[in-house]
Each structure stands twice: as structure tokens, then as C-alpha cells.
């Protein structure tokens, strides 16, 4: 096994903590219907993907996703509910993060959106920690998409067996491994220090 030279983490329920329900239950105000019917109702638009794979912009994002719930809501105010649904504490400290900085690269690999990217930068400064940030919204591609992969190990400067990532979802984890990199499902911190340890890193 090659030894790591760069580390890849997942951001959201990885580095930072989320719940869907929180967003959900915020835009139940502004709609006639209970917070349970929203996600199908946005799901069934497919707007989602579109705006995590920078094929849609945020704000008429938000005038599609608004117009189909018939939510009387601003567009400031839909960005405050979007965000809402991440948790105030990380699942990893910063001083693992820090640690693992002094021998590795440490890089962020992310299914996200300008709308939430803009909140969490300004939220968890522990990703100011990192080296480099992908995400899907700026090279157009989202996990399992190889390309997000390639994007990721262009950042990396090692090789992909000399990368390890870990995700919550086993498909970008398995998604990671097609692309030659070491990869482990997250499964809490432990597990994840676990992981690291199996692969010579003193943690």
C-alpha cells in the first residue's frame, strides 16, 4: 500500500453536519402544505442536481424552485432556509485537521452549491484549513461523475494510490475507488481515524 500523500474528505455529514428536515420545516411556513410533501416537490423539478453541477444559477434556482412549492418568499430570505439545515458542530475537530496538515495535502472533495458553499465558508472556518476545495457546482461534475475524480487528483500532486478519501455514501466511495484512489465509507470519527491508521498515519 502506498504511503498517503494527500487526504480527501467529503464535506457535508463528513466535516460538517446536515439535516434536510431543517430546511424543509422553515419552507413549510411559507407554503400551504405540510413540510413532508416539499422534498418530492422539489425533487420532481430535478433543479437540484442542475444547480450542485453549475448548470443553473442560484437566483433563478430559487424563482423555479419557489414558483413550483407557490412559496411567498425573497430570495434572501429562500437562501436563509436553504442554509438551514447544517448543524452548528463539526464531526471532525480542527485539530485533526491541522495535525494531518503538517505530512499531507488536505483537500475537500463536495456535491454542493453556491448558495450553500457561500454560507459554510463563512460559517466553519475549519475549511479555511484545507488546501484546496473541489466542488461540483465550479467543475461542473458531481459524485460518482469520474470527472469530479479527475478534478480531485488534479489538486492532489500524488498519485491516485497515494490519495485516501472518505465519504458518507458508499457510491462516491466506490466511485473514488474506480478512480485508483484509496477510499473508506465514513462512518464517525473513530472509524475514520481507524482508516487512517491502517494506512500509516500516525493519528
Known amino acids: ?13 463528513v466535516i460538517i453536519p446536515f439535516d434536510f428536515r431543517r430546511g424543509y420545516e422553515a419552507l413549510a411556513e411559507h407554503v400551504d402544505y405540510p413540510a413532508a410533501e416539499i422534498p418530492e416537490r422539489i425533487r420532481a423539478t430535478g433543479l437540484v442536481p442542475m444547480l450542485e453541477s453549475g448548470q443553473i444559477e442560484a437566483r433563478p434556482f430559487v424563482e423555479k424552485v419557489t414558483e413550483v412549492l407557490d412559496a411567498q418568499i425573497t430570495y434572501e430570505r429562500f437562501r436563509e432556509i436553504w442554509s438551514a439545515i447544517f448543524l452548528p458542530h463539526t464531526l471532525i475537530p480542527v485539530e485533526l485537521v491541522r495535525e494531518l ?51 480531485a487528483l488534479a489538486e492532489a500532486q500524488a498519485e491516485p494510490g497515494e490519495c485516501f478519501f472518505t465519504d458518507d455514501i458508499p457510491d462516491y466511495v466506490d466511485g473514488a475507488r474506480k478512480a485508483g484512489i484509496q477510499a473508506e465509507q465514513f462512518l464517525g470519527y473513530e472509524k475514520l481515524l481507524g482508516d487512517l491508521r491502517a494506512r500509516g498515519v500516525a493519528v
Open 101 to 151: 496538515k503538517k505530512g499531507h495535502r488536505l483537500l475537500v472533495l463536495s456535491n454542493t452549491n453556491s448558495i450553500h458553499f457561500e454560507m459554510v465558508w463563512e460559517a466553519y472556518p475549519i475549511l479555511r484549513e484545507f488546501d484546496h476545495l473541489i466542488l461540483s457546482h465550479e467543475v461542473k461534475a458531481m459524485k460518482p461523475d469520474p470527472r469530479i475524480y479527475a478534478a
Open 1 to 13: 500500500m502506498s504511503q498517503l500523500k494527500t487526504i480527501i474528505f467529503d464535506m457535508g455529514n
